[in-house]
């Protein structure tokens, strides 16, 4: 079965790469045939680990080819991911398997809504990749995968070709409560950093600001639904800002290249999510608030 991947960016770039390396069928699909003359003119995709670089020309084509697709990896940023499935519709075949790796909430929920034929699997991945050139990735922090069907127990049957691949996975029963907990750990850590102009370490000298943004974050997680991600919200974000001290925040990274932001999944869903409930979670709507304006100021969009 193919892994036809969508979103040949940092972490569709890095997945492609080791299911090809693993000997399995991997197709790229690229925007248009302006993108896929560039791939084929920088000689494939490069992947670049530990220093050292390995260049694969894996299959590629355009959206519009007019293969059907059983199995699909959808890539992109949170704010592209239903419009790329949308494109992409008439190709899914029957009972076709969306693995979702966007962060962040509300994007699942789209695609699901304009593909209510096919399957989606949800990813919440704590691995790191960025892009240092067209086509050209590299594995900057390693990490974990979850995954998880919100509408189903059963796991998929290719979950051993990811571990063929060498990609650090679980299958949960529970994937809303991990992409929760990891949006409640994004709205304590990243916003902050933003508008502290602060690596994650830097946090540590904001206390307060911290344990307020918990402990809204457990308020609203219990309110919906999600108590297990509430646990120990304020201890573990006091761990990631630890271990993570020395980074810049990927909202941060993304600001400081004037590069859209996730906000709206993240803290922007957050608070939507609040409001749905009625709940006044006032330094939370705050930094949404102070967020957006520093995004204004610099002619980011607010969503
Ligand atoms: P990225 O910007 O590097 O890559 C996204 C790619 O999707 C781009 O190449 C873009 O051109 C492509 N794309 C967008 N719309 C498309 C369309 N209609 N057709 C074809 N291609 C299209 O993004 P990324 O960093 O890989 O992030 C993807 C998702 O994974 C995000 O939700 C991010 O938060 C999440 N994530 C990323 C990392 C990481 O380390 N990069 C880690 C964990 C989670
Ligand atoms: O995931 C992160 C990010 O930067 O997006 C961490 C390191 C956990 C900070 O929120």
Known sequence: MTWHV???????????????????????????????????????????????????ELPAETLDAPT???????????????????ALLPRLAPGAELVLLQNGLGSQDAVAARAPQARCILASSTEGAFRDGD??????????????DPHATAAPSWLDELERAGIPHGWTPDILSRLWRKLALNCAINPLTVLNDCRNGGLVEHPAQVQQLCAELAELLQLCGQPAAAEGLHDEVGRVIQATAANYSSMYQDVAAKRRTEIGYLLGYACAAAERHRLVLPHLQALLRRLQGHLAERGLPLD
């Open 6 to 56: 969508l979103g040949i960016g940092s972490l569709g770039s890095l997945w492609a790469m080791r299911l090809a390396r693993a000997g399995l069928p991997v197709h790229l699909l690229l925007r248009d045939p302006q993108r896929l003359a560039a791939y084929h003119q920088a000689g494939g995709l490069t992947l670049v680990e530990q220093g050292q670089a390995q260049r694969l």
């Open 68 to 86: 059907p697709i059983q199995r699909l990896l959808v890539a992109c940023k949170a704010y592209d991911a239903e419009a790329a499935v949308a």
């Open 135 to 148: 086509f050209r990735v590299v594995f900057a922090g390693h990490g974990f995968t979850w995954l998880g």
